[in-house]
């Protein structure tokens, strides 16, 4: 009884897994198929669960590169996003560890205060930023928009990186002050390369949550700066809907959050579900 109890258990966790990849990758599959088909194809009544090789076309790709600059969007959201990802990690790591392991004046009034800013919504900041950027002369620059995802994703990943730090041992940052290291000589020599996982993981959510943002870049910036997820409702016209169009711009939009996942995964999974020392 007890054996058929636990491979009922299996089967169900097999089942769960299976679900979830199947609702994972299913979306990015319909994506390309779609984006492969003729525009004519696309609207059939009975859909393409597998399209055919005859109809299969790059006419949409074509389309999409040729009339709409989408790689210098793209170009844009990396850069970005890629230096405000390290601004985040590199600021929320130094709070978290100040935090963590030092003892000063108003520590826990800053702690409650990276807990208030992490509950209150970003969308109410649009408006007082909008008019400081109007004023400072920033609006759609790229230092305006690293600097607002770069300071906006420290109070969340302060809170984030807080219980790895108080994991950490202290005997080690010990160890180091005795060896004679300086404060920043410990993190950098010590305690980064112990909590490289979690780091790489964080760094890669940062990435990910900021590419994919469309608050900020839907309002502070319209073409030097624009980044790639406006740039997608531009696809539509005014009178039509090409739907393979807007499946190839979001099929070439994800790509480099799937190549980061697929290259930083073994990273990421250790980072966020392991523990550093075991």
């Known amino acids: ?166 994991e950490f041992p202290d005997e080690l940052i010990d160890a180091g002050r005795l060896d004679g290291c300086s404060e920043v000589g410990i993190v950098v020599r010590i305690v980064i390369p112990a909590l490289k996982n979690p780091l790489i993981a964080f760094l890669i959510l940062r990435f990910i949550w900021a590419y994919n943002d469309l608050l900020y870049a839907l309002s502070f910036t319209y073409h030097r700066a624009k980044m790639i997820t406006p740039a997608l409702l531009d696809l539509p016209g005014l009178y039509t809907i090409p739907f393979a169009r807007m499946a190839a711009g979001a099929f070439i939009a994800v790509l480099p959050i799937l190549v980061m996942v697929i290259v930083f995964q073994k990273h990421v999974v250790s980072g966020l579900t392991g523990r550093v020392f075991k």
């Open 1 to 166: 009884m007890r054996k058929k109890f636990f491979t009922l258990v299996k089967i169900l966790k097999f089942l769960g897994v299976l679900a979830i990849v199947f609702s994972t990758l299913f979306p990015l599959y319909w994506l390309l198929n779609v984006s492969l088909l003729p525009e004519g194809e696309v609207i059939r009544t009975n859909p393409h669960l597998y399209p055919s090789p005859s109809i299969m076309t790059l006419g949409a790709y074509k389309g999409v590169l040729g009339d709409y600059p989408l790689p210098r969007y793209m170009l844009n959201s990396v850069l970005i996003v890629g230096s405000a990802s390290l601004i985040t990690v590199f600021l929320s790591f130094a709070v978290a560890y100040s935090l963590a392991k030092h003892k000063f004046r108003f520590k826990n009034l800053l702690y409650y205060t990276i807990i208030w800013f992490v509950a209150i919504p970003f969308v109410v900041y649009v408006l007082p930023i909008f008019r400081i950027a109007v004023d400072l002369k920033l609006l759609d620059t790229h230092i305006l928009m690293i600097m607002l995802y770069g300071f906006s994703g420290i109070p969340l990943f302060s809170w984030l990186a807080l219980p790895h730090l108080h």
